[in-house]
């Protein structure tokens, strides 16, 4: 049986995987857990042992079918629960992160399932990001480009916003930036501030947050869509 521990290593590792391609470092490993780098060595050889990862000297890490499997389905934990908290608990999509993360390793198949039903098999979490199926089959996580990868008087609709910072998803909240939105970029400024229009209101978004945010180019039929809402 694994350790919450090593799951949340082989998350970690699955979605560093997605986000900028295998092997993984073990000293971003370590960044992105805010670890040291002797605790990733030290539970990276343990994965190695259990046939989880495989390691290629001087170059990193990266999950097995089996340890991407494991990956899969705790993050398909995360992301139902995140979606179960918000729609049937009342929660803030700032607030389900945290629960999520702490309830993600100890539900049974039973209850997943039950959570699933309940909530008509969703196929996206309150942020956008895809729930993996029943089958474990990985998701496409590649939806979208960047909205900083984007430059002035582009109309692009939100996708997907990252649910790691909740003070980051509160200004989102705040500024109307969430999956579904259209917005159109107004000034791009060289220090790395991204200017957006919201429904004629603008919001000024630092370049960090707009590479946390997932765009596609707006239609006619997503902005009929967002006006009758």
Same mark, same amino acid.
């Given at each position: 049986?694994?350790?919450?521990?090593?799951?949340?290593?082989?998350?970690?590792?699955?979605?560093?995987?997605?986000?900028?391609?295998?092997?993984?470092?073990?000293?971003? $490993?370590? !960044?992105? =857990? +805010?670890?040291?780098?002797?605790? @990733?060595?030290?539970?990276? &050889?343990? %994965? /190695?042992?259990?046939?989880?990862?495989?390691?290629?000297?001087?170059?990193?890490?990266?999950?097995?079918?089996?340890?991407?499997?494991?990956?899969?389905?705790?993050?398909?934990?995360?992301?139902?629960?995140?979606?179960? $908290?918000? !729609?049937? =608990? +009342?929660?803030?999509?700032?607030? @389900?992160?945290?629960?999520? &993360?702490? %309830? /993600?390793?100890?539900?049974?198949?039973?209850?997943?399932?039950?959570?699933?039903?309940?909530?008509?098999?969703?196929?996206?979490?309150?942020?956008?990001?895809?729930?993996?199926?029943?089958?474990?089959?990985?998701?496409?996580?590649?939806?979208?480009?960047?909205?900083?990868?984007?430059?002035?008087?582009?109309?692009?609709?939100?996708?997907?916003?990252?649910?790691?910072?909740?003070?980051?998803?509160?200004?989102?909240?705040?500024?109307?930036?969430?999956?579904?939105?259209?917005?159109?970029?107004?000034?791009?400024?060289?220090?790395?501030?991204?200017?957006?229009?919201?429904?004629?209101?603008?919001?000024?978004?630092?370049?960090?947050?707009?590479?946390?945010?997932?765009?596609?180019?707006?239609?006619?039929?997503?902005?009929?869509?967002?006006?009758?809402?």
């Amino acid at each position: 049986m694994l350790s919450d521990v090593m799951e949340d290593y082989l998350k970690a590792i699955y979605y560093l995987e997605r986000d900028e391609g295998a092997p993984i470092g073990t000293s971003r $490993l370590a !960044e992105y =857990l +805010d670890v040291t780098a002797p605790t @990733v060595t030290s539970m990276v &050889d343990s %994965l /190695e042992e259990r046939g989880l990862v495989d390691r290629e000297k001087y170059k990193g890490v990266e999950l097995t079918t089996d340890g991407e499997t494991v990956a899969v389905e705790v993050v398909r934990h995360h992301r139902l629960l995140e979606a179960y $908290l918000t !729609e049937h =608990l +009342d929660y803030d999509w700032t607030e @389900v992160h945290d629960e999520a &993360d702490a %309830l /993600e390793h100890h539900i049974s198949e039973e209850f997943e399932r039950r959570v699933a039903n309940a909530l008509g098999d969703p196929e996206v979490d309150p942020h956008g990001d895809p729930i993996p199926s029943p089958d474990l089959t990985p998701p496409d996580e590649g939806t979208g480009t960047r909205l900083d990868e984007h430059g002035e008087n582009e109309r692009l609709k939100v996708e997907r916003v990252s649910d790691r910072d909740a003070d980051e998803l509160a200004y989102l909240q705040d500024a109307g930036v969430v999956p579904g939105t259209v917005l159109e970029i107004t000034d791009v400024a060289p220090f790395g501030m991204v200017t957006v229009d919201v429904d004629g209101d603008e919001q000024s978004l630092p370049e960090s947050v707009a590479r946390s945010i997932r765009v596609s180019v707006a239609t006619d039929s997503d902005e009929s869509v967002v006006e009758e809402a």
